[in-house]
């Protein structure tokens, strides 16, 4: 039986690159662009909320949301997504990929909808229930993490299957794109429409009633691709490396595969969310009495989109180029190498930065987020998809994605604190003195500077078949006397 197993592996691993591969990078990597779009976005709106609910008549700034309320309605979606990775990425192995791969996406679609319907007798109110749904709308992105990593994993050739697995990861950086796009659209839509005076103008009229469509047009849009993408997550057959080596039916696994893929198969017997902080911190974004409620989100998502263009996005097409060429070993020390510089660049001469060159420290702001994900934020992705073997895929991935998933929990929560200032009289409306936005951004790259030391025991599966890299082919021929 092992012997079968493995042809039909063989198989797979020397198919030619074909459309249905760059097919399923479009189906899962949906998933990912939903996924960025639904934790990005929120960061978009957040000032408004703040201005919306927040907001005291007669105060000199304009409203923002509490301490509680400002780290939980983007950290919450964390902590869902943590349990997520853990709970689908063993549901995964339990079930098979394809069943559970629907729940995830309907999860997200149901959630980013009724986010946008938040409603409440009061601010609070309706701040919890939108935490509410944020946390489960978490739970269904963090399944889509292990999921379309191995679904990408067991359908690739092992030639390019670095490549692909990026690929999926890249539509991340999409999904971050057409946030701040979608949010430049409506806001300037409702800018020229409901005409505004700033909020040191007329504070109470700096606000119009319509932008609280704002916010949950921007946050219900997510549904929008994941409803697109069910029907054909929905028509893909089950991966032939679960069917075969976990469920044992190498007959089957043949079958699906000859179904999609152009391969000679004979049917056999049974991988930084606090951006307009720091933007604001350098001056890049003007004081939010300067502007009004709508212009405010333009703002926000100008500058984000911005840094994505040019940072981001071109940070993750560059693993897609180079992952099959270079290794995931040297594109994420090299990663995390260059985060180390650039942000104790940043870092160190702050107040030389914010005070006279705000330019500069965008450009090396933007540097830092291209190598993160020409580094260890993509290749953190790849590599748990390709060194386990097949019965703890999709397990392994969503332990070691939920990993990586508490340390933003921890930054949602924790910088939003740590950055404020040290001077309790410059501290923003409710929080207590901090260590500063240079402490913190040091902080930050001791943590890179130690990423790149626990780099050195990362394996290297670049151009191994995954029973290779799992060493699942040395269990397997065992079973047979070999």
């Not at 990425?89 to 629907?102: A, E, F, I």
């Not at 709308?137 to 390019?160: C, H, Q, R, V, W």
């Not at 902080?277 to 502007?291: C, E, H, N």
């Amino acid at each position: 039986m092992a012997r079968d197993q493995l042809q039909v592996l063989d198989a797979l691993d020397v198919a030619k690159t074909q459309l249905y591969h760059f097919t399923t990078i479009i189906i899962a990597g949906m998933g990912f662009f939903t996924d960025a779009y639904d934790l990005f976005s929120i960061s978009l709106v957040t000032k408004l909320l703040g201005r919306l609910y927040y907001t005291k008549p007669s105060a000199s700034k304009p409203g923002t949301l509490p301490p509680t309320f400002s780290s939980s309605i983007t950290g919450v979606a964390f902590v869902g997504t943590f349990a997520g990775q853990l709970f689908f990425g063993w549901l995964g192995d339990k079930m098979g990929r394809k069943k559970v791969y629907g729940i995830t996406l309907v999860l997200m679609a149901v959630c980013s909808i009724a986010s946008g319907l938040s409603f409440g007798q009061s601010p609070k109110g309706v701040m919890a229930t939108l935490c509410f749904f944020r946390f489960w709308l978490g739970f269904g992105i963090g399944g889509d993490y292990p999921l379309s990593a191995t679904i990408m994993s067991e359908y690739a050739n092992k030639k390019t299957r670095g490549a692909f697995i990026a690929a999926v990861f890249a539509m991340q950086g999409l999904g971050i794109l057409f946030s701040g796009i979608l949010s430049l659209i409506v806001a300037a839509a409702f800018d020229s429409k409901f005409k505004a005076p700033t909020y040191e103008e007329n504070a109470a009229a700096s606000t119009v009633p319509e932008a609280d469509y704002v916010w949950r047009i921007i946050l219900m849009f997510g549904a929008f691709p994941a409803v697109v993408t069910y029907y054909w997550r929905m028509k893909m057959p089950e991966t032939a490396r679960y069917t075969a080596l976990v469920a044992k039916n190498a007959k089957q696994a043949a079958q699906d595969m000859a179904k999609v893929l152009n391969v000679e198969l004979e049917a056999e017997e049974d991988k930084n969310l606090f951006q307009k902080d720091v933007f604001s911190a350098i001056g890049w974004l003007p004081p939010a009495k300067t502007m009004n409620a709508i212009h405010e989100v333009y703002a926000i998502a100008r500058a984000q989109t911005l840094i994505t263009l040019c940072g981001t996005v071109p940070g993750y097409w560059f693993t897609v180029a180079f992952i099959d060429r270079m290794g995931r070993f040297a594109i994420q020390l090299m990663g995390f190498f260059f985060m180390t510089v650039f942000m104790f660049a940043i870092a160190i001469p702050y107040n030389h930065w914010r005070d006279n060159s705000h330019i500069g420290f965008v450009v090396m702001y933007g540097l830092t987020f291209f190598f993160a994900n020409f580094g260890p934020n993509a290749t953190t992705f790849i590599v748990p998809a390709e060194i386990f073997p097949a019965r703890l895929r999709s397990t392994c991935h969503g332990i070691s994605a939920a990993t990586g998933k508490a340390g933003a929990i921890v930054g949602a929560y924790g910088f939003i604190y740590a950055a404020q200032s040290t001077d309790k009289t410059k501290t923003d409306a409710g929080y207590p003195p901090g260590i500063g936005i240079k402490n913190s951004l040091i902080v930050l790259g001791v943590i890179n500077a130690i990423g790149m030391l626990c780099t050195f025991a990362v394996p290297e599966p670049k151009g191994l078949s995954l029973e290779e890299a799992s060493q699942e082919n040395v269990d397997a021929t065992d079973e047979v006397g070999v």
